[in-house]
């Protein structure tokens, strides 16, 4: 079976969230079960061309783009790091050569981000005929890629090369949808028959994940329970009419871990690496992190750690509520994020005026690691999580998530009962202040009161698996029947 890989970002290549870790890792485990994967995305100016050995395809590569004419664009190949998969870079410096992957430095999407998407999905499959590479499925994640499906259904319906290509398309977050002005009918030049209720059009406007929702063969998100809550008007952010008219063929497949990346046993970050059986690492990881962040060396005090997008999607805007109060207890909190500059004013200024909390604005691979190591406990307290991979890091790490019983943070954490001393984590339910506080209060409360709880909670999170080659195996099925529903579709 031969799959295209089509994501506007991969790891460790570029990076604004799970995305880029689902595709840095899901291609390799498809590639270790006989799958013939290639993957493809932009070449930002971030990424560092000598450094990741990137080589030049020989041969420009013309892009038709409706009323711009044809465009025309280089392309670079290399490896994704640690595998054999080939991941191929679209260099047009116009669109990708900038300081952000979708935002300026104010945190403004860029204007012309409709035509850069359109630009790199028409590209990929004007790539896969130059490499001659003829996919079986073709697999697009968000909105970024969604055109891909819209030109299978359009421009390539009848074309020779495509006409047996079946698609998948994976929603990693329903909240983003490519929502542009109808004038984008003119860049993806499908036909205005295209921008009716059933594809393209939403509202009198153009809305990209729409348009690949109604016309991908399978539709996937990454957890189980996050497929069901998108069908809701609470989670569904005015799509869930449409996922419901879709509902037998959409699927929740939890995202793995790539525990080549993420093990504390391995970790190249960490001041002293440990596994279940011996944690006296941890606590070295812990004295680590304190001093990184100048606070106080002690490790009977908890640290509760945070690495997360300052938006409310996060629940951020209930943390700030709460978070004196939470000081106030005998804790330690740390938090790495970067998002909406009012959160990140305000957490820049609370660390100036409290000794028990430090932040870093902004993103450090490193320090990510080291805190999910050196921290006791780990908050996610979001409002919707498709899915989340940092829970999952959590527990390999033996630090215990607290987290809002939503998406993959309901799928992958099983409560404390106290009585039976099961579980790995802390959950509610309830978005408010007093459900957090009380949450927060009662893993302190475990930390302080009940060790033989903590151990039991500690290794049954660290003895816990989310490999990628189940998950993998549940995504080639996937291809398996969308290439059945494209077959049936053109008979």
Request: hydrophobic fraction near 40%.
């Amino acid at each position: 079976m031969k799959v295209l890989i089509v994501s506007s970002e991969v790891y460790p290549f570029a990076k604004t969230g799970g995305l880029a870790d689902v595709i840095g890792a899901l291609p390799k485990e498809l590639k270790n079960q006989n799958i013939d994967v290639r993957v493809v995305m932009p070449l930002y100016s971030i990424i560092d061309k000598k450094k990741y050995n990137l080589k030049p395809l020989e041969g420009a590569l013309g892009v038709p783009l409706g009323i711009m004419g044809e465009l025309w664009c280089e392309v670079y190949e290399a490896k994704l790091p640690n595998s054999n998969v080939l991941i191929y870079f679209i260099e047009y410096e116009a669109f990708f050569n900038r300081d952000g992957i979708y935002n300026d430095k104010n945190g403004d999407g860029f204007l012309d981000n409709a035509t850069r998407f359109i630009f790199f999905s028409r590209a990929s499959l004007q790539l896969s005929k130059k490499l001659h590479f003829k996919p079986n499925v073709i697999h697009i994640n968000d909105w970024q890629s969604a055109p891909v499906t819209t030109f299978l259904n359009s421009i390539y319906k009848y074309d020779e090369y495509f006409r047996d290509t079946a698609s998948l398309l994976s929603i990693h977050n329903m909240q983003y949808q490519g929502n542009f002005d109808k004038r984008v009918m003119d860049i993806l030049s499908v036909g205005w028959e295209h921008f009716n209720s059933w594809e393209l059009e939403y509202y009198d406007r153009v809305n990209l994940l729409k348009g690949a929702i109604y016309t991908a063969n399978i539709i996937t998100t990454v957890s189980k329970k996050y497929a069901h809550e998108i069908q809701s008007s609470d989670f569904g952010y005015m799509l869930d009419g449409v996922i419901r008219d879709r509902n037998r063929d959409t699927f929740g497949v939890l995202n793995g871990v790539d525990y080549q990346e993420w093990n504390p046993k391995t970790d190249k970050y960490l001041k002293v690496n440990y596994r279940v059986n011996n944690l006296y690492g941890k606590i070295a990881c812990k004295e680590d992190l304190q001093t990184i962040f100048r606070l106080e060396i002690n490790k009977n005090i908890p640290i509760i750690g945070m690495v997360t997008r300052l938006v409310e999607q996060k629940g951020i805007d209930i943390v700030k509520n709460i978070i004196e109060r939470v000081l106030n207890l005998n804790i330690q909190i740390i938090l790495i994020g970067s998002g909406d500059s009012y959160y990140q004013e305000f957490f820049k200024n609370l660390a100036n005026k409290r000794v028990n909390f430090k932040c870093f604005i902004g993103y450090s691979d490193e320090l990510a690691h080291k805190v999910e190591a050196g921290s006791d406990f780990f908050l996610m307290p979001s409002r919707f999580e498709p899915c989340g991979l940092n829970q999952m890091y959590s527990l390999k790490y033996g630090t215990l998530p607290i987290v809002r019983a939503v998406g993959g943070l309901e799928d992958t954490i099983e409560n404390f009962n106290e009585t039976t001393n099961t579980g790995d984590g802390f959950k509610f339910y309830d978005l408010n202040e007093d459900s957090l506080y009380n949450t927060i209060g009662w893993a302190l409360h475990t930390y302080y009161n009940n060790k033989n709880g903590m151990r039991s909670l500690i290794q049954n999170a660290m003895i816990k698996e989310f490999s990628w080659e189940k998950s993998a195996k549940e995504y080639i099925k996937l291809y398996e029947l969308a290439i059945q529903k494209k077959i049936s579709k053109n008979l």
